[in-house]
C-alpha cells in the first residue's frame, strides 16, 4: 500500500496569515487547504503514520545526518561505550544494543491480542531486547522552572566528530518544525484551534534519538531490530532511511510495509496524540524487521561499497513534561474520554518508561 505524501507547502506558506480563533477559520481558509488539513487529521486516525514533503528538509539534509551517524556506529563497541550514561538512565548519550525491550517481550496482555490476529498481519516474535543501538540528543529549550526537572546532564559529544552538535541540533529543529506544521494542520482538520497541540509542545523534552542498527552483523531475513510497539511521545518523525524494514499497523488491523520516496518524511502517532484526542488517533503500532526488500538494499549498498549500518533519523515530540494530557476541545464530550483521565504528560512518561526497561525516573523516550 502505497501512502499519499502531503506537500506541507502550500501550508507554510500561508499559515501565518490566520489566526487560532476555528470560529473565523472558516473564512480564512481556502477550501484546499481546508481539505488538505482534514486530510491529514483523516490518515492520522486511519493509519497512525503520515508521510510529508517539508521544503524546509530537503534530502541532502538528511543525508548529512545519516552519513554522520554511519560514521559513529562504524566506531568500535569500545569507542562508543564511551558515549554511554547507564548511570544517567540513558538519557543523553548512547544505549548499546541489547537495552531496549520491546513491549511485545514483557507485556502478556499485549501478547494475548497478538495471537488473536489474523495470521498475515501478526507481528514478528522478538525473542530478546531490541539489538539495536541508539542515541539520545536533547532537542529545544527546557523550561526553568518544573516538576520533571531532568537529570542535569551534559550533552554527550563523542570525540573526533567536530561537525556533531551542528548537525543533531540542524536535523532536530528542522525535524520539531516539520512535526508543528503537521500538528496545526492535524490541529484545524479535528476542528480544533490551529494552536490546540503546539501550544502544549513548548518546551517539551524533546529528543533526537537516531538508531543504529549493524546489517553486517545482524543482516538475516526475520531479525527484528525493534519489536512490535506504539511510542509513549505525541508525534515521532523520521527521515528516510536507507534500509527498509518498517511495519506499520493501520487502525483496521491491517500490517502495512512503508514505502518513504526520497526527500519525504514519515510521521507517527505516539501515545500523547491518543490521549489528546479522547483515542480519536491511536497510537500507531510499528515494527522494524530485516526484510527481502532490506537484503535488496544490503546487496546494492556492499556493490556500492557503503555503509552497512541502518540508521533511522528519528525524532521524539514530547508534550511539555507540566502540561496536562486529557482530551481537549470537542475530545472531551467522546464517550471514550473517561479513557483517558487527565494526567500530567512527564508523570505519563515517567509511567510508560518503567514498563520498557528504561527508568529514567525523569526520563523521556
Ligand atoms: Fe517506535
Known sequence: MELRVIDLALYLEISDKFSGDPLNLEEQLDLQLKSLCSEVSRTLSDTGALLVKDPRCSAEDN????????????????????????????????TPEGVEVPRSLVDEEMQEKLRAMPKEFQPSTPTGPDPKWRYMWRVGPRPSNTHFQELNSEPVIPKGFPEWKDTMDTWGYKMISAIEAVA???????????????????????LLAPTGSDLRRYGQEGTVFAGYHSDLNFLTIHGRSRFPGLNIWLRNGQKVEVKVPIGCLLIQTGKQIEWLTAGDCIAG????????????????????????????????????????LKPLGHFAESPLASNYPPICAGEFVEQELAVINLKGNKGEL
Open 63 to 94: 543525508d548529512r545526518f545519516i552519513d554522520m551517524m554511519e560514521k559513529y556506529f562504524e566506531q568500535p563497541e569500545e569507542f562508543k561505550r564511551l558515549q554511554e550514561r547507564p548511570h544517567l538512565h540513558y538519557q543523553v548519550g548512547v
Open 184 to 206: 496545526e494542520m492535524a490541529a484545524i482538520g479535528f476542528g480544533l484551534p490551529k494552536d490546540a497541540f503546539t501550544s502544549l509542545m513548548k518546551q517539551g523534552p524533546h
Open 285 to 324: 503500532m510499528h515494527e522494524v524487521v530485516v526484510t527481502n526488500r532490506t537484503l535488496d538494499a544490503v546487496k546494492l549498498a556492499l556493490q556500492q561499497n557503503r555503509s552497512l549500518w541502518r540508521v533511522s533519523s528519528t525524532l521524539f515530540a514530547h508534550i511539555a513534561s507540566d502540561a496536562v
